[in-house]
């Protein structure tokens, strides 16, 4: 297609007057693929080298690794349908050569204007400033992902609605119908199928995110997202909690806390784990998924012989109160060895979970967070 009056269509969808100056490349398919892998590889790595390192840290042990044959096979599965890509290093537009099958032929001509104007979206990003930050922390880092992938989908979203001629508003109220009703839980089994849940975070939440700050304020709201985005996944997931200034977080317990899932990497292990213990009770899958929505925080820590992970909550109702342990029940259950000890209880928002040691120990610590100031009961 004509490329550079899509771009114009992006930069008219965002209010701007052009993108800035980028260059464009076609490579055949394997050259297109390694570059593509090559430009993107050290991010997922870092990534999953992060999740990883919060796994062994909450197990207490080493045995949860990503496989090189499963890190190949999944980027074997992200490079065959990929079109498109926007290096912001070089400026430089990667383009397939040959259209992939899937996305070949007049049916699916709206699907490759999305993808280009997805990627333009990006250029568009590059010359705003906005792009190559270097995240502290695993959640941090799928945050910003979630509002840059979230902020391109949007500008191809809009794209597509202009073209079919309708109303910015009406197009956000459609595109966030689709993603409220397109929450099937990620398939798979293993560390090998949450790193890849995990990965996909931030295109699965990033353009409901940016979609629902439009719809509170406008594209400026967009841009202040841009400019200074939110720092936690569960922020993600409470657009206008964000825009309010409202940042829930546990404080940090007596002993430092070694690590945090976030609500990114805890909706997967939900998720996961859930649909591997509750396969015949889709309800409690649904159940469980409500109330991820009330996420606010948590951490784990290492305390002698035992893990202690506190995880926070805002606003459930009753109800589904009673689906956080089955979820929290979940992951302990398909994550650690049946002959680890796991204690469990609530306290007002909270849920904590203690891992390891025997049944005195793990009690201590309920003990000690119960009443904090008093010290715990001499046997």
Not at 8 to 31: C, I, K, N, W, Y
Not at 359 to 377: L, T
């Amino acid at each position: 297609g004509d490329l550079p009056e899509l771009a114009r269509e992006v930069a008219a969808v965002r209010h701007v007057t052009g993108l800035r100056a980028f260059s464009t490349v076609a490579l055949p398919d394997d050259a297109f693929a390694a570059t593509y892998l090559e430009s993107t590889r050290s991010q997922r790595e870092r990534l999953s080298r992060e999740l990883e390192r919060n796994m062994v840290t909450f197990l207490g042990g080493a045995r949860f690794t990503i496989s090189p044959e499963a890190r190949r096979g999944a980027e074997e599965t992200v490079t065959s349908a990929t079109l498109a890509f926007y290096d912001p290093v070089e400026h430089r537009l990667y383009l397939r050569e040959v259209i992939p099958p899937e996305l070949a032929g007049p049916d699916n001509e709206d699907e490759r204007v999305w993808t280009l104007a997805h990627e333009l979206g990006h250029v568009l990003q590059d010359g705003w400033g906005v792009l190559g930050r270097e995240p502290e922390t695993l959640d941090e880092a799928l945050a910003y992902k979630a509002v840059i992938e979230g902020d391109a989908s949007f500008t191809a979203t809009l794209v597509l609605g202009a073209r079919q001629g309708r109303p910015v508003g009406q197009t956000v109220a459609r595109a966030l119908i689709r993603h409220h009703s397109a929450d099937d839980p990620p398939v798979g089994d293993g560390l090998e199928a949450i790193n890849e849940s995990v990965l996909q975070f931030p295109y699965e939440k990033g353009e409901r995110f940016i979609l629902e700050l439009h719809r509170a304020g406008g594209l400026e709201a967009v841009q202040r997202a841009l400019t200074k985005p939110p720092l936690r996944t569960a922020q993600i997931f409470d657009a206008a909690g964000w825009l309010a200034g409202r940042d829930l977080r546990l404080a940090e317990p007596d002993v430092p806390a070694r690590g945090s899932f976030g609500a990114a990497l805890l909706g997967s292990l939900v998720e996961l784990c859930a649909q591997k213990s509750m396969r015949e009770k889709p309800t409690a899958r649904m159940g469980l998924r409500y109330a991820l929505a009330h996420y606010v925080d948590d951490h784990f820590y290492v305390e002698g012989p035992v893990v202690v992970w506190r995880s926070s909550w805002s606003g459930l109702d009753p109800k589904e109160f009673d689906w956080v342990p089955f979820g929290l029940g979940a992951v302990t259950g398909c994550l650690v060895d049946a002959s680890v000890g796991v204690s469990g209880w609530r306290m007002g928002d909270d849920f904590f979970t203690v891992l390891g040691g025997d049944a005195e120990q793990r009690q201590a610590v309920r003990w000690r967070e119960a009443a904090p100031e008093r010290p715990a009961p001499v046997p």
